[in-house]
């Protein structure tokens, strides 16, 4: 275990933010720490100028701290009985009004939230009606989830996730297993949209009815929560649904009275004024 001082992770911040154009300077501290530790001792860093220097003269060692910083944790059909009320109440909403939903997972990881996503939609039937977006700030994390595999050991775990969602079938249905992983079925997610996009860097890039950030914000310090909610807002059409993680709030940030909250046990929100 390193000791850290403030004044380090500020350095490492100001040059990957200056010389890369990734801003973690509003990462929540204590969890951002945790992460530089993890990568002093991963790599045999004896400090964070060490680190920093390697940053300088590697450009690519740049994508290897993202990928270390950001925490990509995730499940299919995690918190399942959320999955059940998207499936049973929120799209079915939606289609009361609307032909067609365009969806953005933000912070997507892996892609197990949208590989949940395309699975639940087809056995609603209504695949062809949903546009899915899925983005992400770390390159490599993007390029697994375009390949759509998923390590073969995490398969136990998704699938009671799935019993639990009550899906209609069973989930090795949409999945061969080959060299201990799952490929999932391609045309599940031949229509996804992959992108790279910084939710803190970058801009509003499209209008959505549903739009995803679970357990993304949780790695944020207030201010930042409060910058991207704002985007995730202004993202939204009126009467779009903003979805979080379960250990996240709306409560505290600027832009609540903007929302009503639709079911507060799955942190499920409706916008109801621009
Ligand atoms: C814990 S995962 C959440 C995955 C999925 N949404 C879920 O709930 O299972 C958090 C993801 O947020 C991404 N992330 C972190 N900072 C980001 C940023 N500034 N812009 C976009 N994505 C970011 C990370 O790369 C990581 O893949």
């Known amino acids: 275990m390193h000791n850290i001082e403030i004044t380090d992770l500020k350095k490492l911040t100001q040059m990957v933010k200056d010389a890369y154009g990734y801003d973690f300077t509003n990462y929540a501290m204590s969890s951002f720490r945790r992460r530089v530790n993890r990568i002093l001792e991963l790599y045999n860093f ?12 590697q450009p690519a060692f740049v994508e290897e701290v993202v990928n270390e910083i950001t925490v990509n944790v995730t499940e299919m059909f995690r918190d399942p009985s959320f999955w059940r ?40 039937g209504i695949s062809d009606k949903v546009k899915l977006i899925a983005t992400d700030l770390d390159n490599s994390i993007l390029n697994k989830a375009k390949k759509a595999t998923i390590p073969i050991k995490n398969m136990e775990l998704n699938e009671k996730n799935y019993i639990r969602f009550q899906g209609s079938a069973s989930l090795s249905k949409y999945y061969k297993e080959q060299n201990g992983h799952a490929v999932l079925n391609p045309a599940l997610v031949e229509n ?3 992108r790279k996009h910084d939710l803190v860097q970058g801009g509003i890039f ?19 929560q409060n910058d991207v909610l704002k985007k995730l807002h202004e993202s939204l059409f009126k009467y779009g649904y903003l979805i979080i993680g379960s250990k996240e709030s709306l409560i505290w940030c ?6 009503i909250v639709v079911n507060n046990e799955e942190k499920i929100y409706k916008k109801i004024r621009e």
């Not at 600027?254 to 929302?259: D, L, Q």
Request: aromatic residues 8%; contains cysteine.
């Open 85 to 124: 009320e998207v499936r049973d109440h929120i799209i079915p909403n939606i289609l009361l009004n609307h032909k067609s939903i365009n969806v953005w997972h933000a912070g997507c990881s892996s892609g197990e939230e949208v590989f949940s996503m395309a699975i639940l939609l087809r056995e609603m």
């Open 192 to 194: 996804v949209s992959f």
């Open 46 to 57: 004896t400090s964070v100028s060490n680190l920093i220097d390697k940053i300088k003269v």
């Open 206 to 224: 499209n209008k959505f009815d549903l739009v995803l950030c679970r357990n993304v914000m949780i790695y944020f310090n207030q201010n930042l």
């Open 254 to 259: 600027e832009i609540a009275n903007k929302f």
